[in-house]
């Protein structure tokens, strides 16, 4: 079985720090994660340059990234304004964060649940109309628990994935933003979501805030989950979660996967060098991961030669 592995550093990563990364060192960046083998790659939001500074060249890192002969150029998207400039930007991919806790929904988004649903239909009829190549998920933020609002419920995720699924989105992602989530609950989610929404049930977007990211993951390839979020180094996490903080970290994944038998198309050697340059854009920033620091087992090979489809 063959895995799509997203990177999302470029996005998710990078907003959460104070500092602004270059646009040529996220370019050169984006370019190293690509000839690792990653074939999705998040670059950026289209958002208020006001709110996220670190995301207002967004434009010119999509422009560069699709030039990249094999790469699906994915951004992240709050509302239709920003939607449009995705769509005329010419994207592969948008991601619409849909909180399934309110509260949270207000404070990343600043959206009751009324409007982004109102947003999201939107978006679809545009892209129906205009850009019918373009696809669109929805990344339903907080589905296994919220900082602010406290325990989430299972149904109402559930119920938001059936609305956002009659909505037209193409898929439905699940993302636990601020590490809530264990495996027994992934692995009931995932299988519930799949029953209600069928093809449309997406990926996964997991954290490692208190160290069961990777057993998540585990969970979630039980469910039949075949594509899962990840940011090189462990950057990230949602600004405006308090404790958001824990990305699974693209390195490790890439290893349990290989490790497990699935293919994910990644050159590792090459992917170590994509940190490398990350380290070099970002001096000083802390860097995770545990194959990183430890290295490969002796006698450990990747699928040579062997790319995911």
């Not at 422009?63 to 150029?73: D, F, H, K, M």
């Not at 469910?223 to 950057?235: H, I, P």
């Amino acid at each position: 079985m063959d895995i799509l592995v997203s990177e999302v550093g470029p996005r998710d990563g990078l907003q959460s720090l104070k500092r602004i990364m270059p646009t040529a060192d996220k370019q050169r960046w984006i370019a190293a994660l690509a000839a690792a083998g990653l074939r999705e790659i998040e670059v950026g939001s289209f958002v208020s340059q006001r709110a996220l500074p670190q995301m207002a060249d967004c434009a010119e890192v999509v422009a560069e990234a699709l030039t990249i002969p094999g790469l699906r150029v994915a951004v992240l998207v709050p509302n239709l304004k920003y939607a449009e400039l995705a769509f005329q930007a010419g994207v592969h991919l948008i991601s619409i964060p849909v909180s399934v806790s309110e509260p949270h929904s207000v404070s990343n988004i600043r959206k009751t649940h009324a409007e982004i649903i109102a947003d999201v239909r939107a978006i679809v009829a545009l892209r129906n109309a205009s850009y019918p190549s373009i696809k669109v998920e929805a990344g339903l933020s907080t589905a296994f628990g919220c900082t602010i609002q406290g325990p989430v419920s299972e149904d109402d995720t559930l119920r938001m994935a059936v609305t956002m699924a009659e909505c037209g989105v193409d898929t439905v992602n699940l993302a636990d933003t601020v590490g809530y989530a264990n495996p027994v609950q992934v692995r009931r989610l995932f299988t519930r979501l799949r029953q209600v929404i069928g093809e449309k049930s997406g990926g996964a977007h997991l954290h490692d805030t208190r160290g069961l990211g990777l057993a998540n993951v585990v969970a979630a390839l039980e469910a039949g989950v075949t594509t899962f979020d990840s940011s090189l180094g462990g950057l990230g996490g949602c600004p405006y979660a308090p404790g958001a903080s824990g990305n699974i970290v693209t390195e490790d994944l890439v290893f349990l996967l290989e490790s497990t038998g699935l293919a994910t198309g990644v050159d590792f050697m090459r992917l170590l060098e994509a940190r490398a340059v990350l380290a070099a854009a970002l001096p000083g920033e802390t860097l995770h991961g545990h194959i990183a620091q430890a290295g490969l087992p002796k006698g450990f090979a990747f699928s040579a030669g062997r790319r995911a489809a």
